[in-house]
């Protein structure tokens, strides 16, 4: 990659990001790590500034796979219960804010390493759903998307990315509507108006080429 | 006054976009590239035919038939109309006569996303997301095709056009949020009026079905649909057209098309899964008569039109969910 449009993004870290409490393997594990993890995460930390650089990572992937290791020794059928795929699951689970965040946060942003979530370009707070309990009812999603800076012309093809992932994992009762958030944005209506317009999305998504970046894109979600 | 379902037709895998009927038959156009061909003389609804699948690339996108012609012209997201019909020389006795291909239209730089016959057959216009309106003369045979012209007055991409039922004058709907109407003059066709007043895309507009008055309805991503009224023409020669009225609010998401009926009725449908029906109380007053949700259960609803089948008034709607639902209206 040579030039970014946006070359300094502020990141956060993935185990930051927000997450259903009961599910939290990552908190599980991460309350794992010893002292003298935590003192070598923190002088990595302050050499490098920032989370996203190379080692860091993979001190605390390290960190990590011990802490998974140990936590096996604990629990011997958590394979078990983790293997256990949501696909079949129960389909009466109401959809929450959370959820979509789930199916987004891990979208891999189209000029970065790194997640929209991690970017901060979705936030669970800027999601919201209307669910009918009726499931022969239509239900809502509201999405609200802040590109990193107000001039991104990455903006459409996030939005895109985050509408064909969406689609593609909800229910068809779910009308999907994906905006900039206030002010995040110096072409926002222009880019809202093209998310949301239905034909656009569906031309889109029979142009080769796009579609091959936006599945590179979906290929780091979980 | 009621909406009751007759038949469901589930004919495409991916969404349908686009009906037309003529002649008791009904045409299809969906995202699954496919185009079929229903039967619906004595509300029999079975499948005729499936038009060659690998002539478009992508979408098809819109489907019209040539008045008093089995040609049916289809436009594509691949960018190109096809046109089809029967060889009517062709002998009778070996039974049912296959629909062939007949010519492929190139011009437009992308996306065709509608295509419509003039009342006389003389003229085929088509629509796309280039921004252009283009409007080709056909010969008898529906082989040979002349740019007329080429229309570049809206800003953005074009999304639908139609014909007045009995006049040469055509109505496009676009992204721009107006309708524009053109009509020929001279050798060329130009612009005659612009309606202005959706405060989004204009998805589909549809003309009065009547000799004394010309007025035409047009549906928005403004949740709103709007009756417009032709005043006269002023001292340059543009023609005044006025907002007549804004219908009742029903639909609470984009509306997807209108469509007016020969007897007055307004039907309009969109992403809400609604079926609305209109009728005029007095002049420029209108009022719901009748409303279906969930008409395509949860999906989103793409299309609508009236038709008569021998003494029968059907409404036909298309939708995300790949089918055609067809409707008895009893007024």
Known sequence: MSEFINENPDILDENLLPSRKEEEGDAFQDEALN????????????IHQTTACKVYRNVELIDRLKAQEMALDQVP???ASETEESDEGEPEDPIDAQE????????SDPEHPLTLGQLAVVNLPDIEVSESNDKSKISEVLVKITPTITHCSLATLIGLGIRVRLERSLPSRYRITILLKEGSHQSENQVNKQLNDKERVAAACENDQLLGVVSKMLSTCK | MSIKLLKSLKLHKDKLWSVDCSKGLMATASSDRKIKLVNLKNLDFQLVEELDDSTHKKSVRSVSFRPHSSILAAGSFDSTISIWGKD??????DGYQETELLAIIEGHENEVKGVAWSHSGYFLASCSRDKSVWI?????MGEEYECLSVLQEHSQDVKHVVWHPAMHLLASSSYDDTVRLWKEDADDWECAAVLNGHEGTVWCSDFEKSESSLRLVSCSDDTTVRVWKYEEEDENGEDIWTLESVLPSVHSRAVYAVSWSPDGYIASVGSDGQIVIYTEDESGKWKVIAKQHEAHSVFEINTVQWTRVGDTNLLITGGDDGCANIWFFIP
């Open chain 1, 35 to 46: 002292t003298v993890n935590l003192l070598r995460r923190k002088r990595l930390l302050k």
């Open chain 1, 77 to 79: 059928d958590l394979t």
């Open chain 1, 100 to 107: 979509i965040y789930d199916m987004i946060a891990h979208i």
């Open chain 2, 88 to 93: 009517e020389e062709a002998s009778i006795e």
């Open chain 2, 136 to 140: 080709w003369e056909a010969d008898e």
